[in-house]
């Protein structure tokens, strides 16, 4: 079985809708991170936790929110989406000190 | 300036070459520094972490110089294999290191 899983791996909604990723991990990391990419800009940061406690913002927060249900969940939320949030995205977790991401296997989203 | 800066290529080369990617990273006070591969649709994985001294594995090198704030990533013999897009990873020390990525180098390998 996946390290980190994401689901769904795919998803279509339409403007204004609320929906939400779920990324969960089995490394036992502390650290975990939602990225989207698009093609040209590379992977950019959402959000990140560091441990279930920590919520901090990442360099394109704007629009979306997170939740660190547990060690080993962590949800990414589109309020209400917008055409502009059509974008791959990934989740990450890192352990403390070492820093190597380890990804999940991404959801395609596509807001209509 | 972006934080990490990278040629997007696409290199083309042909099966057997040597090939070379730079990346550049503006904050001088990063700590550590990676490569990533990514295939087409695919998570990114790590292909190598890059020290000061830089390292070697197999067909791959990687180096860093500090002082003028890139890291490299030479691919000898190329395979078809290789053809993959390269991204750089820089750590910088923001409360707990936060990864910055580059936004990749597409090569291509051809027979």
């Known amino acids: 079985d996946a390290d980190v899983t994401q689901t769904p791996r795919n998803r279509i909604t339409k403007t204004g809708k609320r929906i939400m990723l779920e990324c969960s991990q089995t490394?036992?990391?502390?650290?975990m991170y939602w990225y989207r990419q698009d093609p040209g800009l590379g992977l950019r940061l959402i959000y990140y936790?560091?441990?279930?406690?920590?919520?901090n913002k990442g360099e394109i927060s704007d629009g979306y929110s997170v939740s660190r249900q547990a060690q080993a969940k962590f949800s990414l939320s589109l309020e209400s989406a917008i055409p502009n949030q059509t974008a791959l995205y990934f989740c990450?977790?890192?352990?403390?000190?070492?820093?190597?991401?380890?990804f999940g296997p991404g959801t395609r989203l596509l807001v209509l | 300036r972006k934080e990490v800066e990278q040629d997007p290529g696409p290199f083309n080369v042909p099966e057997g070459a040597t090939v070379a990617f730079n990346c550049t990273y503006s904050?001088?006070?990063?700590?550590?520094f990676f490569w990533y591969r990514q295939d087409c649709r695919k998570e990114p994985k790590l292909l190598m972490s890059?020290?000061?001294s830089g390292n070697e594995d197999g067909r791959f090198t990687a180096q860093l110089n500090r002082a003028s704030q890139y890291i490299s990533l030479l691919i000898r013999d190329s395979k078809l294999s290789d053809s993959a897009t390269y991204l750089c990873?820089?750590?910088?020390?923001?409360?707990?290191?936060?990864?910055?990525f580059g936004a990749g180098t597409r090569l291509f390998v051809k027979a």
């Open positions: 936790s560091f441990d279930v406690k920590d919520i």
């Open positions: 904050n001088s006070a990063s700590q550590s």
């Open positions: 990450a977790t890192s352990d403390y000190g070492l820093e190597t991401q380890y």
């Open positions: 490394k036992g990391h502390d650290r």
């Open positions: 990873a820089v750590n910088i020390p923001t409360g707990g290191f936060k990864t910055i």
């Open positions: 890059v020290y000061s």
